[in-house]
């Protein structure tokens, strides 16, 4: 049973940083890419940043220059580092694994990322 659960979540201070992991098991099929999607209050999930199994990234704009994603395809993880947060970053933050085009995909349960002003 493939499980995707984050971690790393919590209240920030605006201007700070925070780190946050997610972890795939239960894999069966090769991951093609990691994403990470934050959904706020009353809004859609969005993507924020993803990753290919060979480093390829895309990043929202509104993100870029602050957030970093990263992947160890050895482990079954990805991680967003996000630096100069901001009031508007307050979301759940999700992480999801793609097998790629034509395969399913998985979600986490979401952890919650909380910027203060």
């Known amino acids: 049973q493939v499980q995707v659960a984050e971690s790393g979540g919590g209240l920030v201070q605006a201007g700070g940083s925070a780190r946050l992991s997610c972890a795939a098991s239960?894999?069966?099929?090769?991951?093609?890419?990691m994403g990470w999607y934050r959904q706020a209050s009353g809004e859609q999930r969005v993507l924020v940043a993803s990753?290919?199994?060979?480093?390829?990234?895309v990043y929202a704009d509104s993100v870029k220059g602050r957030f970093t994603v990263s992947i160890d395809n050895a482990k079954n993880m990805a991680y967003l580092e996000m630096d100069n947060l901001k009031p508007e970053d307050t979301a759940e933050y999700y992480c999801?694994?793609?097998?790629?085009?034509?395969?399913?995909?998985?979600w986490g349960q979401g952890t919650q990322i909380t910027v203060s002003s």
């Open positions: 999801n694994i793609s097998p790629g085009v034509g395969g399913v995909s998985y």
């Open positions: 239960g894999i069966s099929f090769r991951i093609d890419s």
């Open positions: 990753i290919t199994a060979g480093g390829k990234t």
